[in-house]
């Protein structure tokens, strides 16, 4: 049955055209899937006041089903995880903007609960993500201070410039400057194929219950602003 619900959610969630083809400058919608088996009914589709939306929401103790979830790792018996993967990789030597709408709805007040990555880890090639997006105990901290509290049920529009040919990204919410210039967090140059990831991923405690997190993703869309040529591929 977990199978089943796998398969079926690849098909519906965010369905729309390949991405990283355009070279026009055109923004154009992404497409995703859930790469590992995910907790039941742990994303829904939702429409409100004429807008189509995906919710996720994770509970305390539900693992991810990806094979490192289950494992102790980064001070943590276990991981827990509600995520959806692009289906498809950027190119490295191109430059890209992604934006997304994003409102926060219950929780994201315990650690390291990351909802927008930008991995690169693919079979044979354990590499880390390049950009994590997180708040940890409320807060998320950049060139200011975005406190969860204060944006709960709130929309926000999030843009990110994405250098991968000199390695930096900008970030942007609601056209505040949010990171300026940022340095990725691991080199992009080897083995890795870059990807967006975007949902709940946190760690799990075996002493203290993690709250409930909730959290609402709309109009997912990127466009690749420049392109050198590719000596990484």
């Not at 430059?95 to 990351?114: A, D, L, M, P």
């Not at 927008?116 to 590499?127: E, L």
Request: charged fraction near 25%.
């Amino acid at each position: 049955m977990k199978n089943i619900m796998f398969i079926l959610l690849s098909l519906f969630v965010f369905s729309s055209c390949q991405t990283t083809q355009s070279g026009d400058g055109k923004f154009i919608d992404v497409q995703f899937y859930s790469n590992c088996s995910i907790p039941k009914n742990s994303i829904t589709k939702i429409k409100e006041n004429g807008e189509e939306f995906r919710r996720f929401k994770l509970k305390n103790g539900q693992k991810g089903g990806c094979p490192s979830d289950r494992k102790v790792r980064h001070a943590a018996p276990y991981w827990e995880r509600v995520e959806l993967r692009q289906n498809a990789y950027l190119h490295k030597g191109s430059v890209y903007e992604i934006k997304f709408k994003v409102r926060f709805v219950e929780g994201f007040n315990r650690s390291r609960e990351n909802f927008f990555q930008i991995h690169q880890y693919n079979k044979g090639c354990p590499r880390g993500p390049l950009i994590m997006l997180k708040f940890s105990d409320g807060t998320m901290y950049g060139l200011w201070t975005l406190k969860i509290s204060d944006v709960l049920g709130k929309w926000m529009d999030f843009n990110i410039v994405l250098d991968l040919v000199n390695g930096g990204y900008t970030l942007k919410i609601n056209d505040r400057m949010f990171f300026e210039n940022s340095v990725l967090r691991y080199d992009f140059k080897g083995c890795g194929k870059p990807h967006i990831k975007f949902g709940i991923y946190r760690p799990g405690d075996d002493k203290i219950p993690n709250n409930t997190s909730i959290v609402d993703f709309s109009k997912f869309q990127m466009r690749k602003v420049k392109t050198e040529n590719n000596p990484y591929n």
